[in-house]
């Protein structure tokens, strides 16, 4: 991965799905997971990102972001989400509801925790 950024064959495919966080999901150890969050230009005026600390209790790093001044064009995000497994799967269940397009980075072992 070039500076921390997902890298392109592992966002080949975008997953309509929950992706597989690993590990047992009430496992209260944290972990961690990286995702590509496309946000349509619809959802611009939408706390999307906001929401994952607020409502689903995650930290969230902004690895990288690409996001038009004038909101004219879809916007990417890459992230790294960190919490439980509950949480992550809760907000991948989020973004699906919302129908919002997601690439999830299956290049590291998800279920060791931190």
């Known amino acids: 991965m ?3 950024s997902l890298s392109e ?3 080949a ?3 309509q799905t929950v992706a597989s966080v690993g590990g047992d999901e009430d496992d209260p150890r944290p972990t961690h997971t990286r995702i ?3 946000i349509p230009k619809n959802y611009h005026d939408e706390p999307v990102i906001s929401r994952l600390i607020s409502h689903y209790g995650l930290t969230v790093n902004i690895t990288a972001a690409l996001l038009g001044a004038n909101a004219r ?7 790294d989400l960190h919490g439980t497994n509950q949480q992550i799967r809760s907000a991948l269940l989020y973004f699906n509801e919302l129908d919002l397009e997601t690439w999830h980075d299956d290049t590291e072992d998800q279920s060791d925790g931190w």
């Open 2 to 4: 070039a500076n921390g």
């Open 9 to 11: 064959e592992s966002l």
């Open 13 to 15: 495919t975008p997953q």
């Open 36 to 38: 590509r969050l496309r």
């Open 73 to 79: 064009d879809d916007g990417w995000f890459d992230l």
